[in-house]
Nanobody, 121 residues
Framework: QVQLVESGGGLVQPGGSLRLSCAASGSIFSINAGRWYRQAPGKQRELVAGISSGGSTNYADSVKGRFTISRDNAKITVYLQMNSLKPEDTAIYYC???????????????WGKGTLVTVSS
């Protein structure tokens, strides 16, 4: 069974840092494109950052210069390094990815269950 499992969320003070991880498992050969979304209370889910198979990245304007998305192909994992965190970054962060599976199967739009990030003093 294909799974994306996020980790690394928690409570952090404003100005602090967290590193989120998204590990793919279940007969996964590689991650094609990986993305991080977030959903704050009472708001719609929004795209935070994305990374292509070739390593190209894109970011929401609200996180540019503070967040960095990266990938480790050997570990089949996507990361989100979050620095200079603000209270408005508080949200559930979700991993989303398009995956190559063994057997030549390609699947789009897999989701993790999310990890909570709370930025508060």
């Amino acid at each position: 069974q294909v799974q994306l499992v996020e980790s690394g969320g928690g409570l952090v003070q404003p100005g602090g840092s967290l590193r989120l991880s998204c590990a793919a498992s279940g007969s996964i050969f590689s991650i094609n494109a990986g993305r991080w979304y977030r959903q704050a209370p009472g708001k719609q889910r929004e795209l935070v950052a994305g990374i292509s198979s070739g390593g190209s990245t894109n970011y929401a304007d609200s996180v540019k210069g503070r967040f960095t998305i990266s990938r480790d192909n050997a570990k089949i994992t996507v990361y989100l390094q979050m620095n200079s965190l603000k209270p408005e970054d508080t949200a559930i962060y979700y991993c989303n990815a398009d995956l190559f599976r063994y057997g030549g199967i390609y699947g789009r739009d897999y989701w993790g269950k999310g990890t909570l990030v709370t930025v508060s003093s």
